[in-house]
């Protein structure tokens, strides 16, 4: 499939080599692409990524994922053009996370609505799904931490995106994922990482992610 990747931070690049580890074709969207280490990225993953322009990333997508920082989400899908996303698989790996206050971060939109229902309703043609914001990079692309796979939970309002989206999940190596339902789940998925981000900093460690146990 050919994918394109909204944002060329850590959590773009990471997604990016994931994809481009299991056969597909990524172009990551950026501000700037010009910017050195994501000629680096190009490098590591050997003529199968390209960079352009939000719009660029959008266009050429198959399947779309909006991987920026939360508070710069909604323009970020703007300037890609919202016609890109018609009809498309959208993984929203996005965090509504609020560091205008500094550290610990808060949320800047949390209870009765999410910033992946802000999303949706900005893209009202994609088929979007919220999936990979409660764990770190590294472990999207490899589900594993002490030798444990953690539980991958997603939320949206398309059973066949899901399906798909759950589909590539297995094929990375997640054994546990679980269907919340409908997209107005992704705000618990949201206020989750406001756990996560305590949690981490109490331990000192950011390689930390949940399990669900029945």
């Known amino acids: 499939m050919r994918v394109g990747i909204l944002g060329s931070g850590v959590v773009g690049q990471t997604l990016g080599t994931g994809f481009v580890e299991h056969g597909d074709e990524v172009r990551i969207g950026t501000r700037n692409p010009a910017k050195s280490e994501l000629a680096v990225w190009q490098r590591s993953v050997r003529g ?28 970020v899908v703007g300037a890609a053009g919202p016609k890109n996303f018609d009809g498309k698989l959208v993984i929203d790996a996005t965090n509504a996370l609020d560091f205008s206050r500094g550290l610990p971060p808060g949320l800047f939109v949390a209870v009765t609505d999410s910033l992946a229902e802000r999303l949706q309703r900005r893209l009202p043609g994609a088929r979007l799904v919220k999936c990979f914001n409660i764990v770190p990079a590294p472990v999207m692309v490899r589900p594993s931490i002490a030798g444990s796979t953690p539980t991958m939970m997603i939320a949206g309002n398309d059973g066949a995106a899901k399906k798909q989206v759950e589909s590539i999940l297995r094929a990375w190596g997640w054994t546990d994922v679980l269907d919340l339902g409908a997209i107005d789940a992704a705000r618990g998925l949201e206020m989750l990482v406001y756990l996560w981000v305590r949690v981490a900093g109490s331990l000192r460690n950011f390689n930390v992610a949940f399990r669900v146990l029945a």
């Open 48 to 75: 199968k990524g390209s960079v352009g322009s939000f719009a660029d990333a959008a266009g050429f997508g198959e399947i779309l994922v909006v991987a920026c920082l939360g508070s710069a989400a909604e323009e």
